[in-house]
């Protein structure tokens, strides 16, 4: 059963109520599953140009989503949107010099990111894009 949910899930891009309706299981257990099996890692290179959002996660709390902003490729996904919770990310995941090599960083109007973003990506043009 979790190999059928997890076909579905990657190779559809069905939402958690579909893949559960085609399986006959609950919607909690198909996040289950995939909670269990999907194991996102942060890519290997940082990308020139970031992509910044936060958005509505499981028990309506609020996480973070970094992607790469030319091939729209996540680079992290974090499962809150702390300032502390970013900045450890990057400084843990990213020597110095890769970061120093972001040129762009696009971002809403959030004023929380704005703060570490310069400390993060010195080099980096911060781009506020308010209907990304």
Do not use: W
Request: aromatic letters at 8%.
């Amino acid at each position: 059963l979790a190999t059928h949910v997890l076909k579905l899930a990657s190779s559809k891009s069905l939402p958690a109520k579909t893949i559960a309706s085609l399986t006959g299981i609950s919607t909690n257990s198909v996040q289950r599953i995939l909670t269990a099996n999907i194991h996102p890692h942060a890519s290997r290179r940082l990308p020139i140009n970031l992509c910044f959002d936060e958005f509505r996660s499981t028990h309506g709390s609020m996480s973070f989503i970094c992607i790469d902003a030319d091939t729209h490729k996540s680079v992290k996904v974090l499962s809150d949107r702390l300032n502390r919770t970013i900045k450890q990310f990057f400084l843990s995941q990213y020597s110095t010099a890769e970061r120093a090599a972001v040129q762009r960083v696009i971002m809403d109007m959030n004023a929380s990111y704005q703060a570490f973003v310069r400390e993060l990506f010195p080099n980096a043009e911060l781009i506020i894009d308010r209907f990304h």
